[in-house]
């Protein structure tokens, strides 16, 4: 979400959002259960361990939407590549779908991928958007995703608390200090909803029976070690 503009420029709203898109619905049926609902973006062994992700609560979202000031709703934008995720024109859907039955119209915009790109890079976006991205299996690589200068962070999103104990992660070398501000950065942002937080996706791959490859948790094919069985 465009974070310094309204509607979305107040946390209530943001947290309407989240409370109001069946997400594991989703991920069952769209993805057909390749998928887990997530609570933040920071993967194992640095996932927050008592984070648990937004429930599926309507009647809250309309709630805080009320309190936000917006009774009926609101209408935005949902601007999305198509074919660079699985089944992205189908999720994006299920979205505007979920939203509208808290009161909030979403008008999607499918958008080709050099167009979308750029805008997120510019940090162009008027209203919502998609985007995935790849996990790094280090906190803090992973909490880059929401600091204010990341070049794919277009939420235009600046938290000082956030801001401040990233940069003190940047600075412990503690492995087990480092674990409790990744967990603090995770809070933060499960907190503000600077997004609406949606799945990690499972990676599907088709294997010949004859190559010996495992696949790796980051998405890198790395093939020096792989073999064909006769």
Known sequence: MPTDTAPFNDVRVRQALNYGVDVQLIADTILGGYGRRM???ANPPYEH???EPYPYDPERARAL???AGYPDGFSTVLE????????D??????????????GVQVELRPLDSSVWLDKILNRQFEGLYLLGESGYFEGQQDMTDLQKDYAWNATRWVNEEYENTFAALTREMDREARRQLVYRLQEIAYQQAP?????KQFDIYGVSERLDWRARPDEKFILYDASVRN
């Open 65 to 67: 939407l009320a309190e």
């Open 89 to 102: 024109a189908d999720v994006v859907q299920a979205i505007a779908a979920d939203l509208a039955k808290i």
């Open 195 to 199: 997004q609406i937080f949606l799945y």
């Open 49 to 51: 361990p008592d984070l």
């Open 80 to 87: 999305h590549p198509v074919g660079r995720y699985m089944m």
């Open 39 to 41: 609570a933040g973006f």
